[in-house]
Structure formats: structure tokens, C-alpha cells
């Protein structure tokens, strides 16, 4: 399984944008990269994912780099609500078993 | 909307009780989950089931069971709970099993064993 690492926390303003960075220079040539969050006290969040192009959906970007070591989450205007940790996850792909790390507890102030 | 909804929030039960963790999904998903979640040793599966009466073992089987009868419920029993099985119980569904599909989760259930 391709390692991964993500910075233990990060700050953010309210309506201001965040970009969570992952490292997975391990990771081979099919794994997909997905993001999961967990609000506290909640069971955790399907976010995006994506290969080798960038992804955009309702709830965030996935700029992934090209040699794909590296990706990046980015919440666009930072909501109360976004307050969660944030877990990325290299998975291949017939893989279904999600396995999360430490994740990079996301803190937005008022 | 998916909905993913567990039995109890939070439930306390005595060593050597058998307990019963029940999960019901909504939206005719094939594939159910059961995860556990620790400190400092993140989220691993227990169980997953890909059909009705249809289960595999996770990474961590010893001393649960599953069931699965019905297409929208899959219990979890702890045949007879131990101080070790305190933890985060999560229960997830997803329609497909290759990575492009996300797995939907419910809110949990904190189960204590004393």
C-alpha cells in the first residue's frame, strides 16, 4: 500500500480558500487518489477522488501533480461547517478497504 | 441523498455480553461495511458483505461475526464482548466495489465495554 503524508493541522478563515497537501511518492501507476473527511462525532465523508487530471465537484478541487507523488485538496471559501479532519487515500483499483491515517485536522475561525 | 443509520449513538455493555450493532442503508447498495476506529490506529474493516448472506473477513474478523439477511441491514455481534472492543464502531454502503465508488458512512456507534 502507498504511504502517505499530510500535515497533522492546519488553520483557515472563514471564506478563505485551503489547500491540504498530501505526499505519496510511493504510490504506483493506478492507484486513484481519494479524500475523506470526519466531522467530530461524526462517521467520516466521501470527498473527491481522482487519477491524473484535476477533479472539481461541489464540494472541492483535486489538483494532483504530474509525476502524481503529490496532490492537493483545496476547499475553495472555507465554511464553519468544513471544520473536520482530512484523510487522503491511495487506493488501486479493485481495492475497497479504506484505511485511514492520522489525517490533517482542518480548524476555520469565525 | 444516501442515509446510512445505526442502531445506538452510544452503547455501554459488560464483559462477556454478546452484543448486536445493526446498520441500515437506503439506497439498495450491494456492498455494506463494518469498520472500527482507534486512536492512534485509524479506521480498519472487520467485515464486508457484497450480497445478501454474502460476507468476507476483513483485516480484523477475531471475535465478530455479521450477518446479513436482507439487502439494506448488516449487523455486527460481538459473540462476547471484552474490554478490547471498546472502539468506534462505523458502518459504511457503497453501490460498487472498485475504487470508483465512495463509500457512504453512518454516524458511528460508541460502544464502551466494562
Known amino acids: 500500500d502507498a504511504k502517505t503524508t499530510q500535515p497533522n493541522s492546519m488553520e483557515s478563515n472563514e471564506e478563505e480558500p485551503v489547500h491540504l497537501p498530501c505526499n505519496h511518492s510511493?504510490?504506483?501507476?493506478?492507484?486513484?487518489i481519494h479524500w475523506y473527511r470526519q466531522l467530530p462525532s461524526q462517521g467520516p465523508e466521501y470527498v473527491i477522488h481522482g487519477l491524473t487530471s484535476n477533479v472539481n465537484n461541489r464540494m472541492a478541487s483535486l489538483a494532483i501533480a504530474e509525476d502524481r507523488k503529490s496532490s492537493t485538496l483545496i476547499l475553495h471559501r472555507a465554511t464553519l461547517r468544513d471544520a473536520a479532519v482530512y484523510y487522503c487515500?491511495?487506493?488501486?483499483?479493485?481495492?475497497?478497504?479504506?484505511?485511514f491515517g492520522a489525517g490533517t485536522t482542518v480548524t476555520v475561525r469565525a | 441523498d444516501v442515509k446510512v443509520t445505526q442502531s445506538s449513538r452510544y452503547l455501554v455493555k459488560r464483559t462477556g455480553e454478546k452484543v448486536f450493532l445493526e446498520c441500515v442503508q437506503d439506497m439498495d447498495h450491494e456492498n455494506m461495511f463494518w469498520y472500527r476506529q482507534d486512536p492512534g490506529l485509524g479506521l480498519r474493516l472487520i467485515y464486508f458483505s457484497y450480497d445478501v448472506k454474502m460476507k468476507e473477513k476483513g483485516d480484523i474478523p477475531e471475535g465478530y461475526s455479521v450477518s446479513r439477511e436482507k439487502k439494506e441491514r448488516f449487523s455486527l455481534i460481538l459473540e462476547s464482548a471484552s474490554t478490547n472492543q471498546t472502539s468506534m464502531y462505523l458502518c459504511?454502503?457503497?453501490?460498487?466495489?472498485?475504487?470508483?465508488?465512495?463509500?457512504?458512512f453512518g454516524p458511528g456507534t460508541r460502544l464502551t465495554v466494562t
Open positions: 487515500i491511495p487506493l488501486s483499483p479493485n481495492d475497497y478497504k479504506l484505511s
Open positions: 510511493t504510490i504506483s501507476g493506478t492507484d486513484y
Open positions: 459504511a454502503s457503497s453501490s460498487g466495489t472498485s475504487v470508483s465508488y465512495e463509500q457512504y
